[in-house]
């Protein structure tokens, strides 16, 4: 069948928007221009950050001199398309999906963080490396899980996630000495509990366990295109 190009007239992109930018980095800086209305009912951070008075012809910047470049613009890159651009990138492209996490989490965005926690289990879940005979899956670990434990607090949906993969699937290999301590405490903790069985429940029954979005708020997961 081929493809519907029609849409309602209520879905008209609004090209009046005032437009914003964002300044990324500190010394070699790059700016991205957004469109102030669409990030604004994204992300409460921005919100905020905007709603300071201002007057006429005053240039609307956010500077973000802590975030990298290639995470800002994949979070943009979602927020016009809704794709997040993590294939083929280093380390099967899980550190940039936790730093992706880490920024979601300081945006107050809810909807982006349960995007990621897709896109990480759709990774886990996709990564079938031939090692000999064996089909091998390949999970956060690591630098990964340091970036996560850093990036969130105690209670974290994406923390239990990284916890339930660990009890589930770690090999002796997934830990070494620089483990994060909170996550080591965690993991521990969950393994002295024996709670195997219900972390491969809740790793099995989709990424709705690890989502923010509440009861009777809509999953992104089961949003239409
Ligand atoms: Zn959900």
New binding site residues.
């Given amino acids: 069948m081929a493809k519907d190009f029609r849409c309602s007239v209520d879905e008209l992109a609004d090209f009046k928007a005032p437009v914003i930018a964002i300044i990324v980095g500190e010394g070699s800086t790059s700016t991205f221009y957004v469109d102030e209305r669409l990030i604004c009912q994204q992300s409460a951070f921005f919100k905020a950050a905007l709603s300071k008075s201002w007057t006429e012809g005053a240039r609307r910047v956010v500077r973000l001199p802590d975030e990298e470049e290639k995470v800002v613009h994949a979070y943009l890159h979602w927020l016009y398309h809704n794709k997040v651009a993590c294939l083929d990138t280093e380390n099967d492209g899980y550190s940039l999906l936790a730093s992706l996490y880490v920024f979601g989490e300081k945006l107050l965005d809810k909807t982006f963080k349960?995007v990621i926690i897709d896109c990480i289990i759709a990774t886990s879940r996709g990564l079938v490396v031939k090692d000999g005979t064996t089909n091998m899956h390949r999970f956060p670990a690591k630098e990964s899980v340091d970036i996560l434990y850093q990036g969130t607090s105690e209670g974290s949906p994406a923390r239990q996630m990284l916890v339930d993969m660990h009890q589930v699937y770690a090999k002796e290999t997934w830990i070494n000495g620089d483990a994060n301590h909170d996550f080591l405490v965690e993991l521990t903790t969950a393994l002295i509990r024996n709670d195997r069985y219900t972390a491969s429940a809740r790793l099995h029954n989709?990424?709705?366990a690890y989502?923010c979005?509440g009861k009777d708020e809509q999953?992104?997961?089961?949003r239409a295109e």
């Fill in positions: 349960d989709g990424a709705c989502h979005h999953c992104p997961s089961k």
